[in-house]
């Protein structure tokens, strides 16, 4: 491998992180509609049959692409969990907000 090569193969890195990070971003938008609906109606923060649905949902798109399932249920856990943290804060500040 030359190291124009290795360049090139890094800027696609670069390029494809910055779409991961809009991208969760993105998600992270959405979810926090979801939270404000939630804490409005004061349903809980987490959904357990949704996040087993979910689950399962990662794993057959992890074996489609040919990942470790194992590691892309690692890597939405902690997306969850960061969901889950600012669903409950915002179920809080509302519980607060009527008291």
Known sequence: MTQPELLALRDRIDEIDERLIGLLADRFDVTAAIGRLKAEAGAKPV???R???QGRRYE?????????AALVQQVFRT?????????AALAARAASAQD
Do not use: F
């Open 47 to 49: 959904d357990p049959s």
């Open 60 to 68: 057959a798109l992890a074996q489609s692409h040919g990942l470790d």
């Open 79 to 87: 997306i969850i969990d960061e969901v889950v943290r600012r669903h």
């Open 51 to 53: 996040e087993r649905e």
